[in-house]
């Protein structure tokens, strides 16, 4: 299976960005964000449930964050608004098949002040 991020940029604060990810190969069960910032653990952003379209965020995020996704398509966004400093990271989209979990490339958020 193959994930494809996109939608990453240089924002500043208070800006909006849709980061994308589109898979392939594989039926997931779940699909998700994570995000890395430097000098940082790989963290959890939002998950959502490909059959059921449940979602669940960081604390961090809420309200700020939505997380939506088209199954047909295998395809995830997240939407990002009211965006802050604390945000830059590198965002990386992860999905949960039966058997194994797949992430892909990452794509950057820089935000600055």
């Known amino acids: 299976a193959q994930l494809v991020e996109s939608g990453g940029g240089l924002v500043q604060a208070g800006d909006s960005l849709r980061l994308s990810c589109a898979g392939s190969?594989?039926?997931?069960?779940?699909m998700g964000w994570f995000r890395q910032a430097p000098g940082k653990q790989r963290e959890l952003v939002a998950t959502?449930?490909?059959?059921?379209?449940?979602?669940n965020y960081a604390e961090s995020v809420k309200g700020r964050f939505t997380i939506s996704g088209d199954s047909a398509e295998n395809t995830i966004y997240l939407q990002v608004n009211s965006l802050k400093p604390e945000d830059t990271a590198v965002y990386y989209c992860?999905?949960?098949?039966?058997?194994?979990?797949?992430w892909g490339q990452g794509t950057q958020v820089t935000v600055s002040s």
């Open positions: 190969g594989s039926t997931f069960v779940t």
């Open positions: 992860r999905a949960q098949g039966r058997w194994s979990a797949y």
């Open positions: 959502i449930t490909t059959a059921t379209g449940n979602t």
